[in-house]
């Protein structure tokens, strides 16, 4: 059985800063792209970022020099340092286990139970 699991959410403040975590068991970790997703309220869910096992990134527009997504391959564990936060990154952000094929990235259904952030003065 597959699980992952998020962490790292919480309240902050316009401009700053939060880690998120996401850890995975029950996998062979280091075969598969992992992405993080965001859903605001009242928005489908999008995707924000995604590292390939071979650490080639990508992101969304809007956070493009404001977030970076990495993995350590010991821990089984991807990691969303999330800088200059903007009260639209409110969300609950999801991890998900998948791969990538011709530049884009195809999800599995394994899911983490989200985390919220509130970016909010």
């Known amino acids: 059985q597959v699980q992952v699991v998020e962490s790292g959410g919480g309240l902050v403040q316009p401009g700053g800063s939060l880690r998120l975590s996401c850890a995975v068991s029950?996998?062979?970790?280091?075969?598969?792209?992992m992405a993080w997703y965001r859903q605001a309220p009242g928005k489908e869910r999008e995707l924000v970022a995604t590292?390939?096992?071979?650490?080639?990134?990508n992101y969304k527009d809007s956070v493009k020099g404001r977030f970076t997504i990495s993995r350590d391959n010991a821990k089984n564990t991807v990691y969303l340092q999330m800088n200059s936060l903007k009260p639209e990154d409110t969300a609950v952000y999801y991890c998900n286990m998948g791969q990538t094929s011709s530049g884009n990235y195809y999800p599995t259904v394994y899911w983490g139970q989200g985390t919220q952030v509130t970016v909010s003065s």
């Open positions: 590292v390939t096992s071979g650490n080639s990134t």
């Open positions: 029950g996998s062979i970790f280091n075969i598969y792209t």
